[in-house]
């Protein structure tokens, strides 16, 4: 009876969460199971599986999926370890240090198509951009970024839109580190590099656990820099899953497909954060 | 009792509202000069039609074509007024989806350029009416032309144009032969290179709606077309669309440009173009046939078969692509702005033709535009370049995206050719054409 009482308190509650989750969830099942192209309204009736099989055996799907994977690893790999040094670099008293911390903070708050216009034309464009003048200043030849290495591109401008975060966690948590204990160690002639593989990373341990997940989370479905500035080109060098799915949808206006292309994106989710989590896991007791 | 006489004064009240509330029209539209000045003039439409307020919803154009389409297909009423395109149009139309229109007398519907109605027309009955209207033509940098000692004359070949590329082509100076589209999308690269393969004599579909895309003359067509752009283009032009290369003529950095007519009046606009008074203009170069070598487009305002405004729609309609609108924008911001493409009397009239130098080159291009005959062998679709069938945006794009990946030299053109043919042939028998 008293277990009762909290349990229908919290009933509304939960009720709706899962109600908001699960119904968008079985509307997309049940559009992926259908013929439902919005221009050929005349064409429709159960499809079976023919959708996912039409999204699998897309050929840029193999590309998609690699690339997805490529950009979320390699964003994570450059935040972490970017915002590590970052932290550690600004974690001791200078002079200007509050000025600094603001100005690294800024990027994050640049909203991602402002994000990728500004490196598309200010910084990668290979006529008038920053980078052709530096290159044109020692005499090279500049890179046509986005021609030439669209994917590459495209995590440059995500990484830098990540640092900040991934700084600031870092920050906060080294400011919760044990002074005495980094005392004690240095007076016990424990060398810096040793300094941070003993004491300083493990205490960094569950932010760079919470980093990778939340990061992860959002660079799944990193959209707004690729629509911006490569269009997914060229060819499908720089196609992830999620601009894939876009493509079926509101470039070919097939709700079918593309449902079916969103519940594979959901799968794919779900197989790499299990195993992150397990990978993570381990690390924090 | 009491409640009863308070029911009905409550009704009253609310009928004398609605008889006298305005109706409102929300209209859909593209972010571009011409419609963004139309939003500008329309009080003058409002102070004449006391009855009607006007909602703008102004949208980039690919948004614009989502939400459109998205809108029009589930049938949710949101526009009253549609701004679309000439693919759309007669798609739209044949499935009942626009509401065919009834100017009247005074709109004097033979005024408009027999392209542009037959474009926008199914069956004779004219389902969207022109607000300005375009083809393709070869803009060109005179002084350039002179000092290499060249004459293009008003209709140059590609073989012409490739030999001028190379004459000027000086990357060191900042000075690129061609500029050409490169970005992927059938409204982007596409359009540009739908018209150089019906030059080269191809088509997208046979009479059996098989894709030719691995024939000979798309073949020779890409082969020119990476080769010329690799050799004589800016770099990063697979990047480059409309309003790219835009930026890079004015800032006089191509020799040459074939694109849309529009970019005649930018690129001789003193205001924004270093190189206005340098500027010529022939039309779209040939290789094998003329035909279809210069596309035919137009956003023409439309309303959507579940308006319950059409009459009000209609007005609107009739206002904004009339001859009066085009003089009144003549009289408020001068005759070189006025949106062209669309009317005759536009090409008669002596103001715009002092103001517009390029307007007899433009004319030319759109009378010699047929989109139901725009391909040397005979094919089943309407249009010059793309295809107006439902199927033809998301093959456009695939092949769109094959081609600006054999410009940037990521494949070769063969297999970029073979993955084209592989995507199309996919979605047409998704679509049912080869049951």
Not at chain 2, 188 to 206: H, K, P, R, S
Not at chain 2, 247 to 258: I, T
């Given at each position: 009876?008293?277990?009762?009482?909290p349990?229908?308190?919290?009933?509304?509650?939960?009720?709706?969460?899962?109600?908001?989750?699960?119904?968008?969830?079985?509307?997309t099942?049940?559009?992926?199971?259908?013929?439902?192209?919005?221009?050929?309204?005349e064409?429709?009736?159960?499809?079976?599986?023919e959708?996912y099989?039409?999204?699998?055996?897309?050929?840029?799907?193999?590309?998609?999926v690699?690339?997805?994977?490529?950009?979320l690893?390699?964003?994570?790999?450059?935040t972490?370890?970017?915002?590590?040094?970052?932290?550690?670099?600004?974690?001791?008293?200078?002079?200007?240090?509050?000025?600094?911390?603001?100005?690294?903070?800024?990027?994050?708050?640049?909203?991602?198509?402002?994000?990728?216009?500004?490196?598309?034309?200010?910084?990668?464009?290979?006529i008038?951009?920053?980078?052709?003048?530096?290159?044109?200043?020692?005499?090279?030849?500049?890179?046509?970024?986005?021609?030439?290495?669209?994917?590459?591109?495209?995590?440059?401008?995500?990484?830098?839109?990540?640092?900040?975060?991934?700084?600031?966690?870092?920050?906060?948590?080294?400011?919760?580190?044990?002074?005495?204990q980094?005392?004690?160690?240095r007076m016990?002639?424990?060398?810096?590099?040793?300094?941070?593989?003993?004491?300083?990373?493990?205490?960094?341990?569950?932010s760079?656990?919470?980093?990778?997940?939340?990061?992860?989370?959002?660079?799944?479905?990193?959209?707004?820099e690729?629509?911006?500035?490569?269009?997914?080109?060229?060819?499908?060098?720089?196609?992830?899953?999620?601009?894939?799915?876009?493509?079926?949808?509101?470039?070919?206006?097939?709700?079918?497909?593309?449902?079916?292309?969103a519940?594979?994106?959901?799968?794919?989710?779900?197989?790499?954060?299990?195993?992150?989590?397990?990978?993570?896991?381990k690390?924090?007791? | 009792?009491?409640?009863?006489?308070?029911?009905?004064?409550?009704?009253?009240?609310?009928?004398?509202?609605?008889?006298?509330?305005?109706?409102?029209?929300?209209?859909?539209?593209?972010?571009n000069?011409?419609m963004?000045?139309?939003?500008?003039?329309?009080?003058?439409?409002?102070?004449?039609?006391?009855?009607?307020?006007?909602k703008?919803?102004?949208?980039?154009?690919?948004?614009?074509?989502?939400?459109?389409?998205?809108?029009?297909a589930?049938?949710?009423?949101?526009?009253?007024?549609?701004?679309?395109?000439?693919?759309?149009?007669?798609?739209?139309?044949?499935?009942?989806?626009?509401?065919?229109?009834?100017?009247?007398?005074?709109?004097?519907?033979d005024?408009?350029?027999?392209?542009?109605?037959?474009?926008?027309?199914?069956?004779?009955?004219?389902?969207?009416?022109?607000?300005y209207?375009e083809?393709?033509?070869?803009?060109?940098?005179?002084?350039?032309?002179?000092?290499a000692?060249?004459?293009?004359?008003?209709?140059?070949?590609?073989?012409?144009?490739?030999?001028?590329a190379?004459?000027?082509?000086?990357?060191?100076?900042?000075?690129?032969?061609?500029?050409?589209?490169?970005?992927?999308?059938?409204?982007?690269?596409?359009?540009?290179i739908?018209?150089?393969?019906?030059?080269?004599?191809?088509?997208?579909?046979?009479?059996?709606?098989?894709?030719?895309?691995?024939?000979?003359?798309?073949?020779?067509?890409?082969?020119f077309?990476?080769?010329?752009?690799g050799?004589?283009?800016?770099?990063?032009?697979?990047?480059?669309?409309?309003?790219?290369?835009?930026?890079?003529f004015?800032?006089?950095?191509?020799g040459?440009?074939?694109?849309?007519?529009?970019?005649?009046?930018?690129?001789?606009?003193?205001?924004?173009?270093?190189?206005?008074?340098?500027?010529?203009?022939?039309?779209?170069?040939?290789?094998?046939?003329?035909?279809?070598?210069?596309?035919?487009?137009?956003?023409?305002?439309?309303?959507?078969?579940?308006?319950k405004?059409?009459?009000e729609?209609?007005k609107?309609?009739?206002?904004?692509?009339?001859?009066?609108?085009?003089?009144?924008?003549?009289?408020?911001?001068?005759?070189?702005?006025?949106?062209?493409?669309?009317?005759?009397?536009?090409?008669?009239?002596?103001?715009?033709?002092?103001?517009?130098?390029?307007?007899?080159?433009?004319?030319?291009?759109?009378?010699?535009?047929?989109p139901?005959?725009?391909?040397?062998?005979?094919?089943?679709?309407?249009?010059?370049?793309?295809?107006?069938?439902?199927?033809f945006?998301?093959?456009?794009i695939?092949v769109?995206?094959?081609?600006?990946?054999?410009?940037?030299?990521?494949?070769?053109?063969?297999?970029?050719?073979?993955?084209?043919?592989?995507?199309?042939?996919?979605?047409?028998?998704?679509?049912?054409?080869?049951?």
């Amino acid at each position: 009876m008293n277990r009762l009482l909290p349990r229908a308190l919290l009933a509304p509650a939960v009720v709706t969460l899962f109600l908001w989750m699960i119904v968008p969830l079985l509307m997309t099942i049940y559009f992926s199971l259908i013929r439902y192209n919005l221009l050929q309204p005349e064409i429709s009736g159960f499809a079976g599986l023919e959708n996912y099989q039409f999204f699998l055996t897309d050929p840029s799907f193999t590309a998609a999926v690699l690339n997805t994977l490529m950009l979320l690893g390699s964003v994570i790999v450059i935040t972490v370890v970017g915002g590590v040094a970052l932290a550690l670099l600004i974690d001791e008293p200078f002079p200007g240090r509050s000025l600094v911390r603001i100005l690294l903070i800024s990027p994050f708050f640049v909203m991602p198509t402002v994000n990728a216009l500004l490196w598309k034309h200010m910084m990668m464009n290979p006529i008038y951009g920053v980078l052709a003048q530096v290159w044109r200043f020692f005499g090279a030849q500049p890179v046509d970024w986005l021609t030439d290495v669209p994917l590459f591109s495209v995590i440059i401008m995500i990484a830098w839109q990540w640092l900040p975060f991934a700084t600031l966690i870092f920050m906060t948590a080294l400011q919760s580190m044990n002074r005495e204990q980094l005392e004690a160690a240095r007076m016990d002639g424990a060398s810096y590099l040793q300094q941070l593989r003993y004491m300083v990373l493990p205490h960094l341990g569950r932010s760079i656990a919470v980093v990778v997940m939340i990061e992860m989370i959002f660079l799944m479905s990193v959209f707004a820099e690729i629509f911006t500035t490569t269009g997914g080109g060229p060819g499908d060098a720089s196609t992830n899953v999620a601009f894939l799915i876009f493509k079926q949808a509101l470039l070919n206006f097939d709700a079918g497909v593309a449902s079916a292309g969103a519940l594979f994106a959901v799968v794919l989710a779900n197989i790499a954060a299990v195993f992150l989590i397990r990978m993570i896991g381990k690390n924090l007791d | 009792m009491k409640f009863r006489a308070i029911l009905a004064l409550a009704a009253a009240l609310g009928l004398a509202g609605a008889s006298h509330a305005a109706t409102e029209l929300v209209i859909a539209t593209v972010n571009n000069g011409h419609m963004i000045e139309m939003q500008k003039l329309s009080p003058e439409f409002e102070k004449a039609h006391p009855d009607i307020k006007l909602k703008w919803v102004t949208l980039e154009e690919g948004v614009l074509r989502q939400r459109v389409t998205t809108d029009i297909a589930t049938k949710g009423g949101q526009f009253d007024i549609m701004t679309i395109g000439m693919y759309e149009t007669p798609i739209w139309g044949k499935k009942g989806w626009l509401q065919a229109l009834q100017p009247g007398a005074a709109y004097d519907v033979d005024d408009l350029l027999p392209a542009m109605r037959n474009g926008l027309s199914v069956d004779g009955k004219l389902y969207a009416a022109p607000f300005y209207g375009e083809s393709s033509m070869l803009m060109y940098r005179k002084d350039l032309a002179d000092k290499a000692g060249v004459q293009l004359g008003d209709h140059p070949t590609w073989a012409q144009v490739k030999d001028f590329a190379a004459k000027i082509h000086n990357p060191k100076a900042g000075i690129y032969g061609i500029c050409l589209r490169g970005k992927p999308g059938w409204g982007d690269n596409m359009a540009f290179i739908t018209t150089l393969v019906n030059t080269y004599g191809g088509q997208w579909f046979d009479m059996a709606w098989k894709p030719q895309l691995e024939s000979q003359p798309w073949k020779d067509a890409i082969h020119f077309y990476v080769d010329l752009l690799g050799k004589y283009g800016p770099p990063g032009s697979s990047a480059n669309s409309f309003n790219e290369i835009l930026a890079l003529f004015n800032a006089g950095k191509c020799g040459m440009w074939v694109d849309a007519t529009i970019a005649a009046s930018f690129i001789s606009d003193p205001k924004q173009s270093k190189v206005a008074d340098k500027v010529a203009f022939a039309q779209a170069p040939v290789a094998v046939t003329p035909k279809g070598a210069n596309w035919l487009w137009a956003w023409a305002l439309a309303i959507p078969s579940g308006s319950k405004k059409a009459a009000e729609a209609q007005k609107f309609i009739s206002w904004a692509t009339s001859r009066e609108y085009i003089e009144l924008v003549g009289k408020t911001n001068g005759w070189g702005t006025v949106p062209t493409g669309t009317r005759k009397s536009t090409y008669a009239n002596p103001e715009f033709l002092k103001a517009a130098k390029f307007a007899a080159a433009e004319k030319a291009a759109i009378d010699s535009a047929n989109p139901n005959d725009s391909t040397l062998p005979k094919s089943p679709y309407v249009g010059v370049q793309f295809a107006a069938i439902p199927e033809f945006q998301a093959i456009g794009i695939a092949v769109g995206q094959q081609m600006s990946a054999a410009l940037a030299g990521k494949t070769s053109v063969e297999a970029a050719l073979k993955a084209s043919q592989n995507a199309a042939e996919r979605q047409m028998t998704k679509a049912g054409y080869y049951k």
